[in-house]
C-alpha cells in the first residue's frame, strides 16, 4: 500500500523567508502528486499539479519538483506571507484513481 | 461556477441516528471520493465511486454507506453502527484516468451531541 509522509508536521518562519516543505511516498508507481492548501475548518485547494514525466511545476511564488525514482516532492515557497499561513498537503494517484495523502505540514509565517 | 458542493456545513446528530452528507457536483467528473479528516490525521478514504451505479469501499467504510443514482450526486449515509463519527468529511471528485487532479468541496463538519 502506498504510504505518503509529509516532514515537518510543522513549521514556523518570519516573514520573507523562503521555506521547503518535503514530501515522501513509498511506491514510485504514480500518475501524478499534487498539492494542496488547506486553512482551518475549509476544504483542499489545489496548489500544483506535477504529472509523473515531469521534474517540476511552477506558479507564482510557488514550485514543486518531483523526483518519483527516489519517491520524494518538495513545495518551494519564495518569500513567505502571513497569508501563506495554513496546512500544506500532498498527494499522490496511482492505479485505480486513488489518491493517498501525506499528515501535512502546518505551516506559520509571522509577521 | 463549476464546482464541489457539500452541505451542509455543520451537521449535529444525536446518538443512534442516521445522517446523510450531501455532495454535488456540476464538473462533469465520473470519480467521485469521500474523505475523513481527523485532527492530527491524513485524510482516509471511506467510499469512492468511478461511474454510475458502481461503488468500492476505501479503508474506513465500516458504519458508512453511499449510493451514486447519478453522475453529479453521491450521497454519504453516516449510520448509528460507526461509533466515532464525529469528525470533517470532505467531498472531492475527478476525470477517471491517471493524468488528472483532484477537486474539493469545503467540507461537513460531523459532531455527535
Known amino acids: 500500500k502506498q504510504e505518503v509522509t509529509q516532514i515537518p508536521a510543522a513549521l514556523s518562519v518570519p516573514e520573507g523567508e523562503n521555506l521547503v516543505l518535503n514530501c515522501s511516498f513509498t511506491?514510485?508507481?504514480?500518475?501524478?502528486l499534487q498539492w494542496f492548501r488547506q486553512d482551518p475548518g475549509k476544504g483542499l485547494t489545489s496548489l500544483l499539479l506535477i504529472q509523473s514525466s515531469q521534474r517540476e511545476q511552477t506558479s507564482g511564488r510557488l514550485n514543486a519538483s518531483l523526483d518519483k525514482s527516489s519517491g520524494r516532492s518538495t513545495l518551494y515557497i519564495a518569500a513567505s506571507q502571513p497569508g501563506d499561513s495554513a496546512t500544506y498537503l500532498c498527494?499522490?494517484?496511482?492505479?485505480?484513481?486513488?489518491?493517498?495523502f501525506g499528515t501535512g505540514t502546518s505551516l506559520t509565517v509571522i509577521p | 461556477d463549476g464546482g464541489i458542493t457539500q452541505s451542509p456545513k455543520y451537521l449535529f446528530r444525536k446518538e443512534g441516528q442516521n445522517v446523510t452528507l450531501s455532495c454535488e457536483q456540476n464538473l462533469n467528473h465520473d470519480a467521485m471520493y469521500w474523505y475523513r479528516q481527523d485532527p492530527g490525521q491524513g485524510l482516509r478514504l471511506i467510499y469512492y465511486?468511478?461511474?454510475?451505479?458502481?461503488?468500492q469501499k476505501g479503508d474506513i467504510a465500516e458504519g458508512y454507506s453511499v449510493s451514486r443514482e447519478k453522475k453529479e450526486s453521491f450521497p454519504l449515509t453516516v449510520t448509528s453502527a460507526q461509533k466515532n463519527p464525529t469528525a470533517f468529511y470532505l467531498c472531492?471528485?475527478?476525470?477517471?484516468?491517471?493524468?488528472?487532479?483532484?477537486?474539493f468541496g469545503q467540507g461537513t463538519r460531523l459532531t455527535v451531541v
Open positions: 472531492a471528485s475527478s476525470i477517471t484516468g491517471g493524468n488528472t487532479e483532484a477537486f
Open positions: 511506491d514510485s508507481a504514480i500518475y501524478n
Open positions: 498527494a499522490v494517484r496511482r492505479t485505480g484513481n486513488q489518491f493517498y
Open positions: 465511486s468511478q461511474i454510475v451505479n458502481d461503488f
